[in-house]
């Protein structure tokens, strides 16, 4: 009987025994050992998760290609790295909230712990359902996983409140991967952030359990805590939090998006690495500050500009979500173009529309869909200059 790998090397085969049997067992009782050169249906599945928990065999052998230790296993992982800081924060403050508004002790393990029980149901049923359909589409399309989704079900429960059904999370996660991705082409190919989408289908299918005070504490159903996007809303600025309570973070919200801290620790992680680029996050930042402060000093906006860069998810939706490689400007001037629309926009949704006062993800999106028209405008200017400087250097030498 001739035993046939599929998809690994022998040296990983008969080298990494010891390191991942199970894989290993699963392997030889799906595939190696048939003699058939046809990939089993839980092919997709095994090679998901063999090339997450370990380096893939596969390298290119082309001569086009460009050889680097950087691929998008590492940039994945790299992201996710960089969203544990306001990850591990989150589980803590959401916590404290419940345990503040029962007036009992906010010690730090059990605030912690209490966090993270009500994080873990939301992200496994977001991995179920998200990568469930992904390692579907892949066994169809007899394609590998991308690990893009890694990511994207990394996010998803850290911008939602901490009590939403998770039935809801499962609907809401299979729609963004359905028909945010996958009818495009899967990963690479969709032109609109998935844990946005899945975030607008939730706002607008079922507003009630994302929006409002009583959804923001934890296992607290008597408790109303309004954010501090909704007291502005509400027109009682005078009851929000402090400057310094903004920037910690101890204050009612998503998961993930709270802590300023946090958040800027993962921009330096990102920008670092240069797996973000910063023009999109500087642009996002300026736009929405110069917008504030216009709006402020001509009296439609009752807060500064600074203070509305601290309120919502405005910094982590600058620095994890309108920087996402795919659904972004592409082109150098289109990134500065990107990011300047949508802190503007942003900050605009948040004082012209009093139905929703978080304005930064229906700005992302909206700028997710003309993105790929602000790189065309850009490389189209960019080919008529370039015309005429050719047309005059040929006019200069006749």
Not at 82 to 94: I, M, Q, R, S, T
Request: glycine share 8%; aromatic share 12%; hydrophobic share 50%.
């Amino acid at each position: 009987m001739i035993i046939r790998p599929y998809g690994i090397g022998y040296r990983r085969l008969y080298g990494r025994m010891i390191i991942h049997p199970f894989l290993l067992f699963l392997r030889l009782h799906f595939w190696t050992i048939k003699m058939t050169d046809k990939p089993h249906k839980f092919n997709a599945l095994l090679d998901a998760m063999d090339t997450f928990l370990r380096t893939p065999a596969t390298v290119t052998e082309g001569r086009c290609h460009v050889r680097d230790a950087v691929d998008m296993k590492r940039i994945m992982i790299t992201v996710m790295i960089a969203l544990c800081p306001a990850l591990l924060f989150g589980w803590w403050n959401v916590g404290y909230q419940h345990f503040l508004a029962l007036g009992e002790s906010t010690a730090l393990w059990p605030c912690l712990w209490y966090g993270f029980l009500k994080w873990l149901p939301l992200v496994i049923v977001t991995y179920v359902s998200g990568l469930g359909i992904e390692v579907l589409f892949s066994q169809i399309r007899k394609e590998e996983v991308a690990e893009g989704f890694f990511v994207t079900g990394f996010i998803i429960p850290m911008i939602m409140p901490p009590d939403i059904p998770l039935w809801i999370v499962a609907v809401a996660t299979a729609f963004a991967v359905l028909f945010g991705k996958e009818v495009f082409g899967g990963t690479g190919y969709n032109f609109l952030n998935p844990a946005l989408l899945a975030r607008a289908f939730v706002f607008f299918a079922y507003p009630s359990v994302i929006s409002g005070d009583k959804v923001w504490v934890a296992g607290a159903d008597a408790v109303t805590a309004a954010t501090p996007l909704a007291l502005v809303m509400n027109g009682n600025p005078n009851a929000m939090p402090s400057t310094w309570e903004l920037i910690l973070g101890t204050i009612p919200g998503c998961i993930g998006e709270t802590c300023k801290i946090a958040i800027l620790i993962g921009a330096a992680i990102l920008l670092f690495t240069q797996v973000a680029d910063w023009r999109i996050m500087l642009t996002v930042v300026v736009g929405g500050f110069v917008t504030a402060t216009i709006c402020h000093a001509s009296g439609l906006c009752p807060v500064s500009g600074y203070q509305q860069l601290l309120m919502g998810g405005f910094l982590f939706g600058a620095v994890f979500m309108a920087t996402d490689p795919v659904t972004a400007s592409h082109t150098t001037i289109g990134k500065y173009i990107y990011g300047l629309l949508i802190g503007v926009l942003a900050i605009l949704i948040r004082l012209l529309n009093k139905g929703y006062p978080e304005g930064m993800m229906l700005a992302i999106l909206l700028m997710n869909i003309f993105a790929p028209l602000i790189d065309y405008c850009v490389i189209q200017s960019n080919i008529k200059r370039r015309q005429k400087r050719l047309l005059a250097r040929k006019q200069n030498k006749a």
